[in-house]
């Protein structure tokens, strides 16, 4: 099973409030990414974990925080949700902490911000 | 600017035709690629990996790099109405690294 699950799918929030978005997989990856992709740019990484390691990119590191309570799940939480926040958010694992190894992603949570 | 640059933007192909794509990457450091592929509603898929110069062949699906000037391209021959999708380039680093940096993507879509 090469399944990465991602809930909510949709989620629909409000300027200043929290989201906690949620990512499990079942293959015993050591490594887990968030990503945020906007239409027509790249999919840009915000953050991973290496087993319990956590890893921030330096132009995102105050807007996100994430927890990995266990090897098969992942969150990423914004406290305080901007209208920049809107987008799609992908969750991917991978093994051998990522080195050369093939990402496998979720379908992704579609975050609007109103 | 982008690390990694795809060209073109969109695409369009007849059935049975070939869809041809190109990246290319203005880091040197960045010299193991990887194809992407995303349906609508779906995430992205791997569909193939490419780290040493010339060609790598998959099925109906060729990949060529070239090292020199960082450039990586993706053929797929005898396109199929399921090919339409979007395909994103991605580009890694020599020096080992957990990270892969993307391309903005090409949106192929494959005309009946």
């Known amino acids: 099973d090469t399944t990465v699950k991602q809930n909510p799918r949709y989620k629909l929030a409000r300027v200043g409030k929290p989201v906690n978005l949620i990512c499990s997989q079942t293959?015993?990856?050591?490594?887990m990414y968030w990503y945020q992709k906007k239409p027509n740019q790249a999919p840009k990484l915000l953050l991973f974990?290496?087993?319990?390691?956590?890893?921030r990119e330096a132009d995102t590191f105050e807007k996100f925080q994430s927890s990995r309570p266990n090897n098969s799940f992942c969150s990423l939480y914004i406290g305080s949700a901007g209208l920049e926040y809107s987008a799609m958010y992908l969750c991917a694992s991978s093994r051998l902490g990522g080195y050369y190894a093939e990402q496998f992603f979720g379908p992704g949570t579609r975050l609007t911000v109103l | 600017q982008q690390k990694v640059q795809q060209s073109p933007e969109s695409l369009s192909v007849p059935e049975g035709g070939m869809a041809s794509f190109n990246c290319t990457s203005s880091?040197?450091?960045?010299?193991y690629f990887w194809w992407y592929r995303q349906h609508s509603g779906e995430g992205p898929k791997a569909l193939m990996?490419?780290?040493?110069?010339g060609d790598k062949k998959e099925g109906r699906f060729t990949a060529h790099l070239n090292k020199a000037s960082l450039h990586v391209s993706l053929h797929i021959r005898d396109s199929q109405p399921s090919d339409s999708a979007l395909y994103f380039c991605?580009?890694?680093?020599?020096?080992?690294?957990?990270?892969?940096?993307f391309g903005a993507g090409t949106k192929l879509t494959i005309k009946p």
């Open positions: 293959m015993n990856h050591d490594t």
């Open positions: 991605a580009a890694q680093a020599n020096y080992g690294n957990e990270k892969i940096t």
């Open positions: 880091d040197r450091n960045f010299q």
């Open positions: 974990y290496y087993d319990k390691i956590l890893n």
């Open positions: 990996s490419i780290f040493s110069d």
